[in-house]
């Protein structure tokens, strides 16, 4: 079973940038898609971006042009450049594992979960 820790959240203001990680162990990283997902309070869980295996990419409208998902697969790490933060983005952050090694935004396709991390953003 793949344990996923994220790490990097914090609290910013408005129009600065972050970088979250994940770190994946316990598990095969390299050939699956990965993703992100946040759930801001009161609100439900909602899909942010994927990778797939090979580095294709799937973008939420919301954060397109802001955020840059990547993936280091000699390291079994995944990362979330944030960029042009808004308040709106603030959330708990999760990285999740697919089932699968295409970019998917189905909540349903990913069957590993971290335990997320907080990003607050500030106006």
């Known amino acids: 079973q793949v344990r996923l820790v994220e790490s990097g959240g914090g609290f910013v203001q408005a129009g600065d940038s972050l970088r979250l990680s994940c770190a994946a162990s316990g598990g095969t990283f390299g050939s699956y898609a990965m993703g992100w997902f946040r759930q801001a309070p009161g609100k439900e869980r909602e899909f942010v971006t994927a990778?797939?295996?090979?580095?294709?990419?799937l973008y939420a409208d919301s954060v397109k042009g802001r955020f840059t998902i990547s993936r280091d697969n000699t390291k079994n790490t995944m990362y979330l450049q944030m960029s042009n933060l808004k308040p709106e983005d603030t959330a708990v952050y999760y990285c999740?594992?697919?089932?699968?090694?295409?970019?998917?935004?189905?909540?349903?396709?990913?069957?590993?979960w971290g335990q997320g991390t907080q990003v607050t953003v500030s106006s």
């Open positions: 990778i797939s295996w090979s580095g294709g990419t």
């Open positions: 999740a594992r697919s089932q699968f090694f295409r970019a998917s935004n189905r909540q349903s396709d990913f069957g590993s």
